[in-house]
């Protein structure tokens, strides 16, 4: 079974950029649908970014949109989060997951956390004002 690691993350002023990475273990990586959530101290885990199994869908939670965009490698079995004008309520721990093989169809973008089924560790976001 897939396997993710995230990378990326550390400590910008507000404004900046950051770019998360997530290299998946194997090269089913193109048959899920993946997505990036996060969650900081004290709140539960957020959906941030989503997308299809085919990449032709996106979506966005309202809080990122026009400033984050997700998008993903399959040759390079990986999944990147494009941050820019970072804001400090953007501080948490970001996630990618791998959606589970009922929700990873062509266009659908799973949102829900129990629509995924593999996690990485999570990868520390933190920005200042």
């Known amino acids: 079974q897939v396997q993710l690691v995230e990378s990326g993350g550390g400590l910008v002023q507000a404004g900046g950029s950051l770019r998360l990475s997530c290299a998946a273990s194997?090269?089913?990586?193109?048959?899920?649908?993946m997505g990036w959530f996060r969650q900081a101290p004290g709140k539960e885990r957020e959906f941030v970014a989503g997308?299809?199994?085919?990449?032709?869908?996106?979506y966005y939670a309202d809080s990122v949109k026009g400033r984050f965009t997700i998008s993903r490698d399959n040759a390079e079995n990986t999944l990147y989060l494009q941050m820019n004008s970072l804001k400090p309520e953007d501080t948490a721990v970001y996630f990618c997951?791998?959606?589970?093989?009922?929700?990873?169809?062509?266009?659908?973008?799973?949102?829900?956390?129990?629509?995924?089924?593999?996690w990485g560790q999570g990868t520390q976001v933190t920005v200042s004002s």
């Open positions: 997308l299809s199994r085919s990449g032709g869908s996106t």
């Open positions: 997951a791998a959606a589970r093989p009922f929700y990873s169809t062509s266009l659908y973008v799973p949102k829900s956390p129990s629509e995924y089924y593999k």
């Open positions: 194997e090269r089913t990586f193109g048959s899920y649908a």
